[in-house]
């Protein structure tokens, strides 16, 4: 029986220090304990099939918030293959992991959120990842028969690890995307939502009180769009050349309006880019740039349409027609 508790103690803190945002560096020495005796394989297979349903583990820092500088535990070397834990709190939360078969389950999904100008990635309990782009907010709620997760604004990536039996579903307003292995985008603002697949086949669904539910299968390389009422499911388009290179800090955009990239370069950073004349929103904007330095956009808005750059007061940079702006609505 000491034995048992003492592997599970063990099986418990290799699942929690694997969990963690850095927690592959120790892969390989997790493998060499796992594949040293079949009771810690069967020990460890036992706490993740625990842990997957676990609310307190789901929640925990050591999962989702907190990178760690160094480990919280170490190998001692007068007893080899045993964990030493290095706080009481790391502590309780393995024992948490491992009693949590025994306590009732809670439905209340779990919610991250990126600030403004941040991105992050988050691990999902079965491996999937979740790409968080500038002021998102995502509900996560995981159990034995579903992942649902609920896009409540903001834009994120989704990397699907499959599962056939438990299919992964992600909701923005009344938009649904149902996957199983693949990579796909999905952006939530209050125009409506859209779904953009990169790999992989998924089924898109809108629902409305009005209008009959609307249902497309995406390939890769096309993309769809709802507006905010559900009135209307877009037909499938190629996706745009720069759509997805928001994962990599840069704003692409291929013939887009200079008012949507002005409010898409905004949503990055508190310097805000005006449009100091109305009839700027109808230039088209096709190029890459940074998302977090205005001042770079703004100069070379200003090189590509003839425009005017001037700073206000409070910081916010203007962007002004001159007498060569309208003879020039296309750039990039």
Known sequence: MADDRRLQREAA???????APDGERDRARFEAWRNADPAHAAAFARVERHWQDSTIMARSSL??????????????????????????AAMALVVAAWSVSHAPRVAEPERIASAVGQRR???LPDGSRVMLDTDSTLAIHYSPEARQLVLEQGRARFLVAHDQRRPFTVTAGAMTVVAHGTIF???????????????????????STRWP??????TAGKQVSAT??????????????????WTSGMLGFDAAPLDRVVAEANSYTATRLVLADPSLARLRVTGAFPAEKPQ?????????????????????????PTASTSRA???G
């Open 13 to 19: 803190a290799w699942l929690a220090r694997l969990q």
């Open 296 to 320: 770079d956009l703004a100069a070379s808005l200003a090189r590509m349409f003839a425009l005017r750059v001037e700073t206000r007061a409070d910081g916010a940079i203007l962007l002004l």
């Open 228 to 245: 905010a009422d559900m009135t209307r499911l877009s037909a499938p388009r190629t996706v745009p050349a720069g759509t997805t290179a």
């Open 121 to 123: 990635t988050i691990r």
């Open 329 to 331: 609505p296309q750039g």
């Open 213 to 218: 539910e609307q249902r497309i299968r995406l």
């Open 185 to 207: 985008d999905v952006d939530m603002r209050p125009s409506g939502a859209g779904v953009t697949l990169i790999q992989g086949i998924v089924e898109v669904t809108a629902r």
């Open 63 to 88: 999962r989702y918030r907190v990178p760690l500088t160094r480990p919280w535990w170490h190998i001692g070397a007068s007893t080899p293959g045993r964990l030493a834990f290095g706080s009481a």
